[in-house]
Nanobody
Framework: EVQLVESGGGLVQAGGSLRLSCAAS????????IGWFRQAPGKEREGISC????????YYADSVKGRFTISSDNAKNTVYLQMNSLKPEDTAVYYC??????????????WGKGILVTVSS
């Protein structure tokens, strides 16, 4: 059974940092691409970053480029999202997701349950 479990969310002040983790199990980790998404209240879900574990290529939405960094620890089957210089508009539920395909289009096959990140002003 494929499982993706997010952790590391919480409340942080504007300008602060958080690191989200996505622990994966139930599939061959290196074959997949792992994406991070977020959904703010009243807004559509947005793909913000993706890491292709097979070739190491990473991608970022303009809204987070230069502030967020995606990485992985393949020995732990875990993908991280380091979030720096956080802004109140980064407040959202953050999801990790996985696909056997590529990061193109951010089309995902499996989803975590999400974790809340709140950035106070």
């Amino acid at each position: 059974e494929v499982q993706l479990v997010e952790s590391g969310g919480g409340l942080v002040q504007a300008g602060g940092s958080l690191r989200l983790s996505c622990a994966a199990s139930g599939f061959t980790f290196d074959d997949y691409a792992i994406g991070w998404f977020r959904q703010a209240p009243g807004k559509e879900r947005e793909g913000i970053s993706c890491l292709s574990l097979s070739d190491g290529n990473s991608y970022y939405a303009d809204s987070v480029k230069g502030r967020f960094t995606i990485s992985s620890d393949n020995a732990k089957n875990t993908v991280y999202l380091q979030m720096n210089s956080l802004k109140p508009e980064d407040t959202a539920v953050y999801y990790c997701a996985a696909t056997l395909s590529t990061c193109a289009g951010y089309y995902m096959d499996y989803w975590g349950k999400g974790i809340l990140v709140t950035v106070s002003s």
